[in-house]
Nanobody, 120 residues
Framework: QVQLVESGGGLAQPGGSLRLSCAAS????????TGWYRRAPRGQRELVAR???????NYADSVKGRFTISRDNARNRVDLQMNSLKPEDTAVYYC??????????????WGKGTLVTVSS
């Protein structure tokens, strides 16, 4: 089954760190950009960070200097290292990428989401 599989969410204290991972299952990355998005309670989904196959990155202003996105093209995996976490980072985090589907080509997929809670 072609899908994106996320891991690494959980509970962290303010100032703490978490690392999220997202791996393509049953397929490979087919597009240029992969990214992490989040939706806070009662909020809308927003871009957190994005990375291209060449390694270019862009970040939401709210996470610049604290979060780092990285991509492993050989393993079809994209990670998000989150440091100096704040309560306002609490959200469900979603991975997004184009995956190759034989006979079809690249199709955009979303992971199921992983919950990050930042609280003391």
């Amino acid at each position: 089954q072609v899908q994106l599989v996320e891991s690494g969410g959980g509970l962290a204290q303010p100032g703490g760190s978490l690392r999220l991972s997202c791996a393509a299952s049953g397929s490979i990355f087919s597009g240029n950009a992969t990214g992490w998005y989040r939706r806070a309670p009662r909020g809308q989904r927003e871009l957190v960070a994005r990375v291209t196959s060449g390694g270019s990155t862009n970040y939401a202003d709210s996470v610049k200097g604290r979060f780092t996105i990285s991509r492993d093209n050989a393993r079809n995996r994209v990670d998000l290292q989150m440091n100096s976490l704040k309560p306002e980072d609490t959200a469900v985090y979603y991975c997004n990428a184009d995956l190759y589907v034989p006979g079809v080509g690249g199709i955009n997929y979303w992971g199921k989401g992983t919950l990050v809670t930042v609280s003391s």
